[in-house]
């Protein structure tokens, strides 16, 4: 693919590509903003660097995309509930994302991206990995794909918003979204065949005993998490991530304790999945 207002530069063959000729807190026009997207549907997540932007700004950004997600645990700060904060400290319990997963899972209609800007990074440590799941999808076997793709899930995400809460100190009787999808979604912009399970959100497979439910999850989280299908981004300060939701999983490294990680997510509305 050629592009024509953007430099594109691959991390890995599989996923991942840095973004370079864009300044996100500016207005994009028609023409960058579609090569943004087609980067993002080749690359399946995306990088910029040296960005400042405002939440305004960032929120400008992500609407190009499509309307905003408010965050079922952690709606963000006055004035902008769109905003989802990721900061660790010396003071912290636990990280956001520290096990594979798509963002919201469990909502019936999952986001359809999300773009993180950290504006304060620690000199070492607290890179993100992204798993492709269209690659971990075409490395099934023909026989696995075809059985699979008969299979429902279940996302729940009360267990998982609840155990954080309480690893915070809190007691929370909320419960949260619940939804059933395909194990194999169809990707709607691609057609992209991506495996749509993770760890966190996904409770079991839908009219099967627990045994097996729970043999089957394993082994695909097993999968899934397989190197090959991975890029792991090195954060600078001002670094921006764009994932797409649909077609990957990540996961964030909490290995710079007690030193500082902080900035915003937001997270773009997404569909049903099919
Ligand atoms: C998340 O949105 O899951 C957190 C990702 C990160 O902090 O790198």
Known sequence: MTYETIEVRPLTPTVGAEIHGVNLAEPMGNH?????HDALMRHEVIFFRDQEM???QHKDF???FGELHIHPFRPGPEGHPEILRIHTDA???Q???EAWHSDVSCDPEPPLGSILHLHTVPEEGGDTLFASMSAA???LSEPMKAFLGG??????GTRNYRDRSRRDGREDTKVYPRAEHPVIRTHPVTGKKVIFVNPVFTMRLKDMPRDESDAILEFLYRHNAKSQFQA???WRANSVAFWDNRSVQHLAMWDYYPNVRSGNRVTIQGDRPF
């Open 32 to 36: 960058q903003f579609t090569e943004v």
């Open 54 to 56: 405002t939440l305004d």
């Open 62 to 64: 992500g609407r190009r």
């Open 91 to 93: 003071n912290s319990t």
């Open 95 to 97: 990280i956001a994302g």
């Open 137 to 139: 999808y075409d490395a």
């Open 151 to 156: 299979l429902t899930a279940i996302h729940d």
């Open 232 to 234: 792991r981004f090195r």
